[in-house]
């Protein structure tokens, strides 16, 4: 049975603590950890363990997932908008050695947390880094991520989105037959999948099998609609259909309700998600 959980992105203006405590107190069952500011950007994030871990046992909770898609922190002025840099593609040598290190350190952390999966998307292909390099440069990353992963005993996910590298679901599939490590997935995300213009519930059915962990939130318009993740019930997506899919396919993992659009309100957000999404998952 697929058990629900809500990312601590949609939480930046908390602690980490006191976000998985709110998403705690909702009634979730898992909680999703954001490794970049202002939660567990790791290579700060050393004095924070031992408070994550506590909060961790009083709550009872379970880490779903470590996304490590951004690393914002990186950078003294990163963009406030979606931002990948570096990524696992980023042609310059040391930022994407940083960039394979960091996602190494986002794997210790899940397995220091009984998390099963970490995520991680691919970025953009820039100007100088046509695809086919860029293509080159993600599988020795990943080549590299996923020898560590596997001495950890966590899955990676490769997170599709319209627009970077790896945008849909035949795509994400290609790669992992191309890499051919059972440790490597798909993170799916179903709002990138009904953007891109692919049937959600169809894509679960793809991926049976080399699915991480899933992303959720809902989407007005699908097909050349506003990437803007809402909360469910608020836009287009057939969530009914989506969760009989993820059943049928014998899906028994998480499935994450990602709302970083709603830092303002997130305790509102994350409670009309639980309310929404509970009927598909008894």
């Not at 930046?12 to 909680?31: H, K, M, N, Q």
């Not at 959720?216 to 318009?221: L, N, R």
Request: glycine residues 8%; charged residues 25%.
């Amino acid at each position: 049975m697929v058990q629900l959980a809500f990312s601590t992105n949609a939480y930046t203006r908390f602690g980490l603590a006191e976000a998985i405590r709110r998403i705690a107190d909702c009634g979730y069952d898992g909680v999703e950890l954001l490794a970049d500011v202002p939660h567990a950007y790791l290579p700060e994030f050393d004095d924070d363990r031992e408070e994550l871990h506590e909060t961790l046992e009083a709550t009872g909770i379970s880490v779903s997932n470590i996304n490590a898609n951004t690393a914002a922190g990186y950078y003294d002025d990163a963009p406030d908008s979606s931002f990948f840099d570096p990524t696992l593609i980023t042609d310059d040598d040391e930022e994407r050695a940083w960039r394979v290190s960091y996602t190494k350190d986002a794997i210790d952390l899940a397995g220091a947390v009984g998390a099963p999966a970490v995520c991680v998307a691919t970025g953009r292909p820039e100007p100088g880094n046509p695809p086919e390099q860029a293509r080159e440069y993600l599988l020795d990353s990943l080549h590299e991520i996923l020898d560590h992963a596997e001495s950890v005993g966590v899955d990676v996910g490769i997170e599709f989105e319209p627009e970077l590298l790896i945008e849909c679901t035949d795509e994400v599939l290609d790669l992992i037959d191309v890499v051919g490590r059972d440790a490597l997935g798909v993170n799916l995300d179903i709002g990138h999948a009904a953007v891109y213009g692919e049937d959600p519930a169809e894509s679960v059915r793809q991926c049976a099998g080399q699915i991480t962990g899933v992303h959720v939130e809902d989407i007005v318009g699908g097909r050349r609609g506003k990437h803007y993740h809402r909360v469910p019930g608020e836009g287009d997506l057939n969530f009914e259909a989506i969760f009989r899919t993820l059943d049928d396919i014998g899906y028994d993992g998480f499935a994450t309700l990602e709302l970083y659009t709603y830092p303002d309100a997130p305790d509102r957000a994350a409670q009309r998600s639980l309310d929404v999404l509970r009927q598909y998952t008894p």
